[in-house]
């Protein structure tokens, strides 16, 4: 049987193998969504521990023959709060790899962001992926979590009303969004931004000096002996005394 599907994949035609690729890839996609239906189901029942297994991780492990960092992202995946990627990848619309990335983006949300704020990234990482490579959905969610911490960051600030609770505004934060100025808090920041030299910098400077130190004893003695020659030439002895 596997002799004839390879004569028969060698008689494709070149649009015919290329809708075969993408058929291919949609069966692999849904059967890796069956597998995480079941992973899910053994995790909820806590089978592995009544198979002898201290984890699901480590029933997979055993079980299946896959690695530790496999096992782990399967579990992660297959109990993560994701029904709108989940039935894409049973779709086939998404892969394995897109569903990794989006579990991994909501599996960091903090208990404070809320379901309905949660589902709204989920669909719109799903779109994302729907489009882009896996790499463009793990972009897309270091920026959903940079947004959930300015959020945090800026909610903590507005509820300490009194002014000493503030944090100081120093020069080098004049573009930062982490402390911006109110009505009743008005900031004048100055135009001009200060530098504080690195400490590379600052060896970098030390050398420099030191090197000068080193320099000049040689460039006078240097200097010395090209007046001590020159009054050899000329005969002239207040030149070789340097008067």
Not at 155 to 168: E, I, M, Q, Y
Not at 190 to 201: E, L, N
């Amino acid at each position: 049987m596997d002799n004839t599907e390879q004569v028969l994949e060698w008689r494709l035609s070149d649009e015919e193998l290329t809708a075969e690729l993408h058929t291919a890839e949609r069966e692999l996609c849904r059967a890796y969504a069956r597998m995480l239906a079941v992973v899910g189901e053994i995790e909820q029942r806590d089978l592995a521990a009544g198979k002898g297994f201290r984890s699901t991780q480590a029933m997979l492990v055993r079980s299946l023959r896959v690695s530790w960092k496999e096992a782990r992202a399967r579990v992660e995946q297959a109990t993560a709060v994701m029904p709108v990627a989940r039935g894409a990848l049973a779709a086939g619309e998404i892969n394995a790899e897109h569903a990794g990335e989006i579990a991994h983006v909501l599996g960091q949300a903090p208990d404070s962001v809320r379901p309905e704020e949660s589902a709204g990234h989920e669909t719109v990482l799903v779109v994302l992926a729907r489009q882009a490579r896996p790499s463009a959905v793990r972009k897309a969610g270091v920026g959903i979590r940079d947004r959930r911490a300015d959020s945090a960051q800026l909610a903590g600030a507005g509820t300490k009303t009194d002014p000493r609770h503030r944090p100081r505004p120093i020069p080098s934060q004049q573009h930062s969004t982490a402390w911006p100025p109110t009505e009743n808090h008005p900031v004048a920041f100055s135009p001009y931004r200060t530098h504080r030299p690195s400490k590379h910098s600052e060896r970098r400077a030390g050398a420099r000096r030191a090197t000068t130190r080193l320099r000049a004893p040689l460039e006078r003695h240097a200097s010395g002996g090209s007046r001590h020659r020159h009054a050899e030439r000329s005969g002239d002895p207040h030149d070789e005394l340097g008067v």
